[in-house]
T-cell receptor, first 113, second 113 residues
C-alpha cells in the first residue's frame, strides 16, 4: 500500500513564526501536492511538484513556499505564519503526470495564534 | 478533517436507498476525473476514477457517470450503508503538461438508519 506520511497531526504556532510541514511518500511517486482544506471551500491547491527541485504554483500560493530536495519528501513552508493560515493541510502524491490517482496523508491541523 | 462537513451541500438518504452525488467541473480540457471519500479525521480516499474517453465506469456498489457536454460528473452509490456517511469530493486533472489536480467543494452524505 502507498503510504503518505505527514510529520505532525496537530500544530499550534504563533503569528510571525516560520513553519515547516513535512510530507514523505514511500512509493517512488513523481508528483506531490499540498492542499489546504477549509469548511465549505473544499481542497485548494497550494503548490505541486512533478520532479525533484521542480515546483508549480497552485491556486493559492501566496504566503507559502515549498521544497523538494528528494523525491520522497515535499515540504510546505509558511514564511511568516498568519492567523488566516489556520487550516487543515493535506499532502498527496501520485505516480506520474496525467491520469493517475493521488494518495493522501492524514492531514496536519495547523492553528496560528 | 473534523469540520469539513460544515457549510456543505448535504444529501440525506435512508439506509438501503441509492445515492446520487453530483459535481460540476470547470475545465473542458480536463481528461481524468476522480471521486474521493473523506471520513471525519482522515485524509481523502480514492473511490473510483474515469477518463474523458469514457461515459460510465462501474465499481463495487459505485458507478461514475461523465457528461462532457455539460461538464458534469455524478457518483451513484447502490444500497447505501451507514459506513458510506462521509464527505465526497470530485477532482479533475487539468490535463496536458500541467498535471494539476483540482477539487470540488464536496457533498456531505448522511445515511439515516
Amino acid at each position: 500500500d502507498v503510504k503518505v506520511t505527514q510529520s505532525s497531526r496537530y500544530l499550534v504556532k504563533r503569528t510571525g513564526e516560520k513553519v515547516f510541514l513535512e510530507c514523505v511518500q514511500d512509493m517512488d511517486h513523481e508528483n506531490m501536492f499540498w492542499y489546504r482544506q477549509d469548511p465549505g471551500l473544499g481542497l485548494r491547491l497550494i503548490y505541486f511538484s512533478y520532479d525533484v527541485k521542480m515546483k508549480e504554483k497552485g491556486d493559492i500560493p501566496e504566503g507559502y513556499s515549498v521544497s523538494r530536495e528528494k523525491k520522497e519528501r515535499f515540504s510546505l513552508i509558511l514564511e511568516s505564519a498568519s492567523t488566516n493560515q489556520t487550516s487543515m493541510y493535506l499532502c498527496a502524491s501520485s505516480l506520474t503526470r496525467g491520469q493517475t490517482e493521488a494518495f493522501f496523508g492524514q492531514g496536519t491541523r495547523l492553528t496560528v495564534v | 478533517g473534523e469540520s469539513v462537513g460544515l457549510h456543505l451541500p448535504t444529501l440525506s438518504v435512508q439506509e438501503g436507498d441509492n445515492s446520487i452525488i453530483n459535481c460540476a467541473y470547470s475545465n473542458s480540457a480536463s481528461d481524468y476525473f476522480i471521486w474521493y471519500k473523506q471520513e471525519s479525521g482522515k485524509g481523502p480516499q480514492f473511490i473510483i476514477d474515469i477518463r474523458s474517453n469514457m461515459d460510465k465506469r462501474q465499481g463495487q456498489r459505485v458507478t461514475v457517470l461523465l457528461n462532457k457536454t455539460v461538464k458534469h460528473l455524478s457518483l451513484q452509490i447502490a444500497a447505501t450503508q451507514p459506513g458510506d456517511s462521509a464527505v465526497y469530493f470530485c477532482a479533475e486533472n487539468y490535463g496536458g503538461a500541467t498535471n494539476k489536480l483540482i477539487f470540488g467543494t464536496g457533498t456531505l452524505l448522511a445515511v439515516q438508519p
